[in-house]
């Protein structure tokens, strides 16, 4: 089958912008141009991308179903195309890797920093998506490796444990729970609670092991990042539990971090690269880097304790 990759690129440009002329403007193309590619592709198609009114411009069904793959071709392509470019003038392929969205935002970019001072011509692609697009970028060659929650049953990759770490409860500084040194789940039954979307590693790990326990809870709003509940707690709308490198000083300031107890809930981070395979010698030292800073942290809290 034919591809338009043209009538795409226009769907995607008025679908981020919200308007057939920022889209326009944003292709170089006249606004007649880019309709004109729009309707060839809805005709090739045989349905309606796009419902478009005087004042503005939405998504059908059809057009919400097409959006995530329409973005990931265009995506693969762009990224394909600068491989090729790469290649042709002599330079590496970007270094690619896996790493959740909570530990990319606080935790990456100082490896990141140390690694770009011993090799500043390299570039660096980080895939900051969930733990099971992890796994599969990692099992299908595109990332080098992930830095991810270890989870069992998976037979296709290797793993190294880098930390253990606890899931506590995230609330305002000034609410009765936060001056509690740690709290029970039935302390937080009555409590507006904020959960993430039950397709990330963190709410499978929470769900098994509170089982049926967690229908008693009253989960009042539901996101999908992590980043999005700290804001919601921030705001007052509720507590959450999350995972404690999520909650750095600098995204939890007037916030107190609470320690859960019966059951205390953990998950275990670490590095999994595809089975067998060797990886790159950028990669390779890139993973060591991490490991070194992982090694620190845990050392760090045990000297604490001393």
Same mark, same amino acid.
């Given at each position: 089958m034919r591809v338009d990759f043209l009538g795409l690129q226009a769907f995607l440009a008025i679908a981020e912008r919200g308007s057939f002329q920022r889209a326009a403007a944003h292709l170089n193309l006249s606004q007649t141009a880019l309709s004109h590619r729009m309707k060839k592709l809805e005709d090739d198609l045989g349905v309606r991308l796009l419902s478009r009114t005087t004042r503005q411009v939405s998504l059908t069904q059809a057009g919400l179903d097409l959006l995530p793959r329409a973005r990931r071709a265009l995506d693969d392509i762009a990224a394909g195309l600068d491989a090729l470019r790469r290649q042709a003038? +002599?330079?590496?392929e970007p &270094?690619? *890797? +896996?790493? %959740?969205?909570?530990l990319a935002m606080h935790h990456l970019p100082p490896i990141l920093t140390a690694f770009a001072r011993r090799h500043p011509g390299v570039s660096v692609r980080v895939f900051d998506n969930s733990a099971t697009e992890i796994a599969e970028l990692v099992e299908s060659g595109t990332a080098e490796f992930g830095l991810t929650i270890l989870?069992? +049953? @998976?037979?296709d990759l290797d793993a190294e444990m880098l930390l253990k770490e606890p899931f506590v409860l995230l609330c305002p500084n000034d609410h009765p729970i936060g001056r509690l040194e740690a709290a029970s789940w039935a302390d937080i039954a009555n409590e507006p609670l904020i959960r993430v979307s039950a397709q990330t590693g963190n709410r499978l790990i929470i769900d098994d092991t509170l089982g049926a326990? @967690?229908?008693?809870?009253?989960? @009042?709003?539901?996101?999908?990042?992590?980043?999005?509940a700290v804001s919601l707690v921030a705001a007052g709308? +509720? &507590?959450?539990?999350?995972?404690?490198?999520?909650?750095?000083?600098?995204?939890a300031r007037g916030l107190a971090v609470v320690? %859960? @107890?019966?059951?205390? *809930?953990?998950?275990?981070?670490g590095l999994v690269t595809r089975r067998g395979a060797v990886l790159s010698p950028l990669a390779e030292e890139l993973r060591t880097l991490i490991s070194a800073q992982f090694r620190e942290r845990r050392r760090r809290p045990a000297e604490a304790r001393e």
């Open positions: 003038a +002599g330079r590496a &270094l690619a *890797i +896996g790493c %959740l969205p909570t989870t069992a +049953g @998976r037979w326990r @967690r229908e008693n809870l009253t989960w @009042r709003y539901e996101v999908q990042h992590v980043a999005t709308a +509720g &507590l959450a539990v999350l995972p404690r490198l999520a909650v750095e000083p600098d995204n320690s %859960l @107890r019966n059951p205390a *809930i953990s998950r275990t981070v």
